[in-house]
């Protein structure tokens, strides 16, 4: 047997692994009522499900072969809408963790599982922000950023504020995690760089703001940009995206339909191991 085939054949054994276990994860999550951390069978699962796609995506060359298994291709939707929860769920249970303990330094957020993706994703995306500007200087624009859908942790608004030093809009329809994103910017004694706005992402007026964030989550992306297309004045758009075999945790955007909307493409930075996402950056068209 050639060097190549012992390869071909260790690959399709992880890809084999992989499709098995986004079965189990599918299965598990859909057999569970409570997708938050105090669930510990959801700890276990998600845990295992991240840190393989993650390692996966790094040695899977035939990634398509993984995200058109017909099994993937049937349940990804609803697995989408499972993650999301889970996600939601998972941001809720800390930000109540966190804002409990009332008046908190910045290290205090390193409780949170992911706070370190949440640093490496805003620092690669501040790269792609001054690469793709094309001559505008978004970042030293004194407008404010926007980030839509941001949660009840509201981690990329710190960071942004925290890694260029600008003014930050969190803009969020939940009640309950504008409270909560509220109150943890409160604690972290950020109240006067970060605003949150409770708000239908698709009826905001985006005119004051100089960079626009659209979140992965955030499931009227279609109307959102039309509603930025409509209002926002030479403002850059980024929108949490996924490549490669993280396309199994978050739906990826579709470029070519953002353009048909009015925007033209200005570049994508892909994820990493350390960030997850990808973000397409978009500028009017």
């Known amino acids: 047997m050639t060097a190549v085939k012992m390869l071909r054949q260790d690959t399709a054994h992880e890809e084999d692994k992989l499709i098995s276990l986004f079965r189990q994860t599918f299965n598990?999550?859909?057999?569970?009522?409570?997708?938050?951390?105090?669930?510990?069978?959801?700890?276990?699962?998600?845990?295992?499900?991240?840190?393989?796609?993650v390692e996966a995506d790094e040695v899977i060359a035939d990634k398509d072969r993984v995200l058109d298994d017909p099994f993937v291709r049937s349940k990804m939707p609803e697995m989408m809408n499972l993650l999301s929860r889970a996600e939601f769920a998972m941001e809720q249970y800390f930000a109540k963790l966190l804002a409990q303990d009332g008046p908190m330094p910045l290290s205090g957020l390193r409780r949170f599982w992911y706070r370190a993706n949440y640093e490496a994703l805003v620092q690669n995306e501040v790269g792609g922000i001054r690469s793709?500007?094309?001559?505008?200087?978004?970042?030293?624009?004194?407008?404010?950023?926007?980030?839509?859908?941001?949660?009840?942790?509201?981690?990329?608004?710190?960071?942004?504020?925290?890694?260029?030093?600008?003014?930050?809009?969190?803009?969020?329809l939940d009640a309950q995690a504008a409270e909560d994103s509220r109150k943890l910017?409160?604690?972290?004694?950020?109240?006067?760089?970060?605003?949150?706005?409770?708000q239908d992402g698709s009826k905001t007026?985006?005119?004051?703001?100089?960079?626009?964030?659209?979140?992965?989550?955030?499931?009227?992306?279609?109307?959102v940009l039309d509603r930025i297309r409509?209002?926002?004045?030479?403002?850059?758009?980024?929108?949490?995206?996924?490549?490669?075999?993280k396309k199994l945790l978050?739906?990826?955007?579709?470029?070519?339909?953002?353009?048909?909307?009015?925007?033209?493409?200005?570049?994508?930075?892909?994820?990493?191991?350390?960030?997850?996402?990808?973000?397409?950056?978009f500028r009017m068209g």
């Open 132 to 172: 793709f500007a094309k001559g505008a200087d978004i970042l030293g624009d004194p407008r404010p950023m926007a980030f839509v859908g941001s949660g009840p942790l509201p981690l990329s608004a710190v960071d942004y504020h925290l890694q260029t030093g600008k003014p930050c809009v969190c803009i969020e």
């Open 28 to 53: 598990t999550l859909a057999s569970q009522t409570d997708l938050s951390p105090e669930n510990p069978l959801i700890n276990e699962s998600l845990s295992r499900y991240v840190g393989a796609i």
């Open 205 to 223: 007026d985006y005119s004051p703001y100089s960079m626009i964030f659209v979140a992965a989550l955030v499931e009227n992306k279609d109307q």
């Open 250 to 281: 978050y739906t990826p955007v579709n470029i070519a339909q953002v353009e048909q909307r009015g925007f033209a493409h200005c570049g994508t930075t892909p994820g990493t191991p350390e960030a997850v996402n990808s973000t397409c950056f």
């Open 185 to 198: 910017i409160g604690n972290l004694g950020l109240s006067d760089a970060i605003a949150v706005v409770r």
């Open 230 to 245: 409509g209002t926002a004045s030479n403002a850059m758009i980024g929108v949490r995206s996924a490549d490669g075999l």
